[in-house]
């Protein structure tokens, strides 16, 4: 197959190429530099120059492909609407591109913008995302609805943390605030969980989910339903060595700053109905592992 990805040159779309390449299937890879050009000619796919917001350029990538991945995301969250909305208007032009052609489009959400119903432990594949309205960054998710019911064969692939040895995500700026405040930080009993996967779990998830996903599937990449945020806080310490404290929740803005709201939520979510549909198991190392593996010398 024919596949175009955005965002082929990020943290997941790097891992996405050769996973892709491995499996038989030819990657078209957008990118905005020499260098992302250069990467991806290196890595044996076809870079296609172009900006994520040039829509004109991406519906002409999309219709030279049998099949679409889209994990471009511009992550400056001072700025979360607008992206959001970008995001939204760059899925309606793959949409338009696709449309009623049968070709799989992938779009890429997070675990963390599903609404939890009451009485529930974790989400789940079945449970809607936050409105737009209230969670900007559920435009995404709004945006292929709104295509699905144009005919169009669109997937949403929901991510947890990422990991590797190298990237966390959000746990990055965990470790930069301990640093600056000498000590490593967790709300009350810091039972609240973090969902997780590894990154190569993650990219094979996108790559079955590409050959056999069905029209309309949502689908949570999820390894680990839920580590607990004092258990990330401990490993962070040893890490650092420093000391680990449990703060209130009152306390947690004069630490954590914008990131308050969220270092307290319980994000924990499942994955059981896409290992049952799509017969993915993850495999990788745990987010704990990860983070142990790190090279905490150069912190
Ligand atoms: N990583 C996670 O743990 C996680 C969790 C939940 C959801 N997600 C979602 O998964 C997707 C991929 O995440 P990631 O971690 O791989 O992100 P990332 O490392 O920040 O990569 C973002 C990618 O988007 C590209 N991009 C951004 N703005 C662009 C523009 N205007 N034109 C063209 N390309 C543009 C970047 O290109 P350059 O290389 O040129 O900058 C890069 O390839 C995103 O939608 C993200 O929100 C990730």
Not at 79 to 95: K, N, T, Y
Not at 137 to 157: F, S, Y
Not at 163 to 175: K, V
């Amino acid at each position: 197959m024919r596949v175009f990805i955005t965002g082929a040159t990020g943290f997941i779309g790097a891992h996405l190429v050769p996973e892709l390449l491995q499996a038989g299937h030819h990657v078209i890879g957008l990118c905005r530099s020499e260098e992302g050009a250069k990467k991806l000619a290196q890595a044996g796919a076809e870079p296609f120059f172009g900006d994520v917001n040039d829509l004109s350029r991406l519906r002409a990538g999309a219709l030279s492909a049998d099949g679409v991945i889209h994990t471009a995301f511009n992550h400056d969250f001072a700025r979360v609407r607008q992206h959001s909305e970008e995001d939204r208007a760059v899925i309606e032009a793959l949409g338009e591109a696709l449309t009623g052609s049968g070709k799989p489009l992938i779009v890429t959400s997070g675990t963390g913008l599903v609404e939890r119903r009451l009485g529930e432990d974790c989400v789940i594949e079945t449970d809607t995302h936050a409105g737009s309205a209230k969670t900007p960054r559920a435009a995404t998710e709004e945006a292929a609805n709104a295509i699905l019911a144009k005919n169009v064969h669109v997937i949403v692939m929901r991510l947890p943390q990422v990991h590797d040895t190298h990237h966390q995500g959000r746990i990055a700026h965990h470790i930069r605030l301990a640093k600056e405040k000498g000590y490593v930080a967790y709300i009350g009993d810091g039972q609240n969980r973090l969902p997780a996967v590894h990154v190569a779990d993650a990219v094979r998830l996108f790559r079955v989910a590409l050959e056999h996903g069905r029209p309309g599937g949502f689908y949570h990449a999820v390894a680990e339903e839920g580590v607990a945020m004092r258990e990330i806080a401990q490993v962070i310490g040893t890490g650092l060595r420093l000391p680990v404290e449990s703060i209130t929740a009152d306390a947690a803005s004069s630490y954590f700053g914008v990131l308050a709201g969220l270092a307290s939520l319980d994000l924990a979510a499942s994955g059981d109905l896409t290992r049952q549909e799509l017969g993915w198991t993850p495999t990788g190392p745990s987010l704990l592992s990860d983070l142990r593996q790190m090279e905490w010398a150069s912190h």
